[in-house]
Every structure is written in structure tokens, then in C-alpha cells.
């Protein structure tokens, strides 16, 4: 049985149902010996954040995701069994399987190395992690690191996939499961899928719809790592496109364009 180490962010909102999905799934298939949960959007700054977070979701939207923030921190104090139909943060769903939850800064500062290497995991898996993961950490494990990102590569490398495929009028979206180096995005794929769009779909609906789709893709390629590879930079095509956050313009077009955040 293979030993896995996540790390990634602590969004209720679209990380959560990744996990509850792999979790509901999968496992009994592998060990995990611990997730660990950077802060959300890393050291973006939440002022920042919030602004940009207004002009995507527009007030009503927005009004809508405070409160599933402020209902997931509330329900989050409860209980949950591994047969609950849903969590409301990833400390419940790890409590609810008996998982390992710590809340650390960034992942690259050698304490953290250092105690991953004492977990002996064999694979670290990045799902969404906010840095970017320097050698030493990325040689950790002896079958290295995966990361899952939720578009083709290397058309649409860097942040936030899924709006900007849709921000280009793409009838399907990606998500392709990688190795990760030290330059963003460019690991040599090991599995790749699309889905399909569905007529008037949000944003928001997409991105959960994906992520829960995303979590057996990482379990049929996890099953299939059956010893340490050498992960190659730039594959699948060349360096392809990096997208940035959006700006308040490109924001302003998604929205001219019919397109719905939430």
C-alpha cells in the first residue's frame, strides 16, 4: 500500500470536495501520513484577495460565498463520520478518517522537509499547494511529487485554469495529473482528461464538478507509480501559455460575455 503525503490549501470551497471524493473513494487503497494545509492563496495579501474576489463574484455573488465561508467555519466544530454525505473543512474530514492534519506556512522552510522525510512517505501529492516547491522538498519522497492542475497542459499553465478556459470560450476543460519541478507547470504529464462544459454552467459549479472528477484521476495514476522516475521539464509540447490572476478588465469581459462566476 502505498504511503502518501498531501499538501495543499485550506479552501473549503473548492479544495474540500477534491479531497472528501478521494477520501469517500479511495481510502482504504493508500496510507496517508499526513495532509498538510498551507494558508489560502499563500501569502497573497487578503485585502488584496478580497477586492479581487468582489470583482469575479460581483456583490450578490459575493455576499453568497461569505456565507458558505462563514457557515463551513461554524459546521466545521462538528463531528462527521467517514459515511457523512459532506465535511465543511479538511481538519473535520481528516478527523472524521483519522488522518494526520497540520496547519503549516511554507512547505520549502527545511523544518517542514525534515519532518515529511520522518513520515517516510513514498509519494508527495500537490493539490493546489500556493508555492512553488524547491528540490529539496520535491526529493523527498522516493517516487518524488505529483501535482493535479485543472486544465491542458501546456496551453494553460498557472493560475486560476478554470476561469480562464472559460474566459476563452473552451467547450471542454482539462485536468491533467503531472510531476512537478521547480518551474510551474511544465512536469511530464501522466494522465490527461477533458470534460465537457454543460450549457449556462458556473464557475463555481465547474470548478467543484472538476475537482471531484480530478480525485480519480489521482488515484488511477497513483495506483499506476510503480517506481522512481526522473521527472522531465517542458514535456507534452513546449512551455505552452502562463495565465496570472485575472484583472479587473478581464473580469469586467468574463461578465460582458454572459459568463457566470457563481
Given amino acids: 500500500m502505498k504511503r502518501l503525503e498531501f499538501l495543499t490549501q485550506d479552501d473549503p470551497l ?15 487503497q493508500f496510507a496517508i501520513a499526513q495532509i498538510s494545509c498551507c494558508r489560502t492563496m499563500g501569502s497573497r495579501p487578503r485585502l488584496k484577495l478580497l477586492k479581487e474576489l468582489l470583482l469575479l463574484y460581483r456583490p450578490l455573488g459575493f455576499c453568497r460565498v461569505l456565507a458558505r ?9 462538528l463531528r462527521k463520520r467517514p459515511s457523512a454525505r459532506r465535511y465543511w473543512s479538511m481538519r473535520q474530514l481528516c478527523r472524521a478518517y483519522g488522518i494526520p492534519f497540520r496547519v503549516i506556512g511554507n512547505p520549502n522552510d527545511e523544518t517542514y522537509e525534515k519532518e515529511m522525510r520522518g513520515r517516510s512517505a513514498d509519494l508527495l501529492v500537490s493539490v493546489a499547494c500556493p508555492y512553488i516547491l524547491k528540490k529539496p522538498v520535491l526529493s523527498a519522497a522516493p517516487l518524488g511529487c505529483i501535482n493535479i492542475h485543472h486544465a491542458p497542459l501546456p496551453r494553460y499553465r498557472g493560475m486560476m485554469p478554470t476561469f480562464w478556459q472559460l474566459f476563452n470560450g473552451e467547450r471542454e476543460v482539462g485536468v491533467t495529473v503531472h510531476y512537478v519541478t521547480e518551474k510551474i507547470d511544465v512536469g511530464e504529464p501522466l494522465l490527461q482528461e477533458m470534460l465537457t462544459v454543460q450549457p449556462g454552467e458556473s ?29 522531465a521539464a517542458a514535456a507534452a509540447g513546449g512551455e505552452g501559455s502562463y495565465f496570472t490572476f485575472p484583472t479587473p478588465e478581464q473580469m469586467r469581459i468574463f461578465h460582458q460575455r454572459g459568463l457566470r462566476a457563481i
Wanted: glycine share 6%.
Fill in 69 to 77: 465561508l462563514f457557515a463551513a467555519k461554524a459546521l466545521s466544530v
Fill in 14 to 28: 473548492y479544495i474540500l470536495p477534491l479531497f472528501e471524493e478521494f477520501l469517500r473513494c479511495y481510502s482504504g
Fill in 203 to 231: 464557475l463555481d459549479a465547474l470548478i467543484r464538478r472538476s475537482k471531484r472528477h480530478g480525485a480519480h484521476c489521482l488515484a488511477r495514476v497513483i495506483r499506476d507509480l510503480d517506481g522512481p522516475r526522473s521527472p
